[in-house]
């Protein structure tokens, strides 16, 4: 059953970045305008971020076996649609149908794990295969992405989902035990609407600020907008009886900064990988086999890292090696040198996911480890999204790929990627510097006398 829920996981981290190097083959067959291209990307880890916290929430009350089997469904209806896309509009829909899918299966997985391995041990085991299942599905996705690409059209990356999620479904259906809550929360729908509808308008205007290489009054109003019902959600998850999100949890500093070294760790790592894939086929002239394979190095140093990490925090603390990560990530990044400078932050990378997602967890008090768990996976999915919107419109703002090929092409990307990687880096050397600081655990009242 675990092999059937980290399956799972491992596809939902594929489709992170599946795609990335397919974006100059998708590019040419379905003309995308770059706003269109970078929802293409993104819109289904925005998705899954948006609904993972209500998709555990209604897995509570229909039942987590059913909420998972919808999921895989959904996810494997998707990815057959999106085969025969034929437009650049169809293939966001079709992502978001992606992303409903994936939200429902991250919902009800780490869900039923807590249910079928009750002994902490055992649980703890359970979830770091879970966890690790969907960072070696990112990490993979490119060089999948590339090898399909080879012999096969650019829906093929879409394609190769189908027969899995078919054996995944059969599976769940004849090994995975119903479970419930027995006293389940109401589901905060018009919270969920606000959160959407907030997220989509902010997300929707720094894309048209890309596009448009500044603000206009449609961007300006989108993000208003945006930010105003994102601030309403805020009001209704401290005054409902039932949020959705726990926001007393971000009363801790710890648990506040760990989430926000999280979302932008990994957020950034995305981007990255993003970036570089459009980097070795436009302007090195890499096939999308070599592409993943030039992205090999920084998959594996990330997996290095998130292997070494326990150990390394034994040693020097968590707090340390989580600021000494982001450190080092964003020092790869301000100092290109090739190989060298991937496996650094691969390595850095892989430091920060594993012990920031800890550091969640571990600030939270036992009781509330449902909405810790929901919040550290919403982190990840936002981060990923949010990574791509922000540094793909940095590079928007000098390249556009309908540029005729030539010398001037090649040197508006290279400025792009030079102004996104460069936010990046400062982006992860101000976290190192505060995580250094507000990670530090609270200090314990003295007992001697005075």
Known sequence: MLGVLCTSLLLVGMDLTVLHVAVPTLTAHLRPSQSQLLWIVDTYSLTVAALLVSCGTIGDRVGRKR???GGFAVFGLASAAATACSTAVALIAVRAGLGIGAAMIMSATV??????FPDDRERATAIGLWTASHSVGAAIGPLVGGLLLQRFPWGSVFAVNVPVVAVA?????????ESRDPAPRRWDAAGAALSVAGLGGTVFALKRFGEHSGADTVSVAAILAGVALLGCFVLRQRRTANPLLDLSLFADRRFTMATVCVLGGFGCY???????????????????????????????????????????AARWSGRWVISGGLALFALALAVPGGVVSLAVA????????????????????PEQAGEAAGIQETAFELGAGLGVVVLGTVLTLSYHPDQPAGPARDQAFETG???AVGTAAVLLALLAALSATLLRPPRRASTSPT
């Open 111 to 116: 869900s039923i794990i807590r249910t079928v």
């Open 67 to 69: 909420m998972l089997a």
């Open 270 to 312: 995305t981007a990255l990988l993003f970036l570089l894939s459009q980097r070795f086929q436009l302007i090195d002239g890499d096939s999308p086999v070599r592409a993943g394979l030039a992205m090999l190095p920084i998959a594996a140093a990330n997996a290095a890292g998130a292997i070494t990490a326990p150990a390394l």
């Open 417 to 419: 990627y030079t102004a």
């Open 169 to 177: 479904l059969v599976l769940t259906l004849r090994l995975v035990p």
């Open 346 to 365: 691969g390595i850095g990378s892989g430091l920060v996911m594993t012990l920031g997602a800890d550091a969640i967890m571990s600030a939270a008090r």
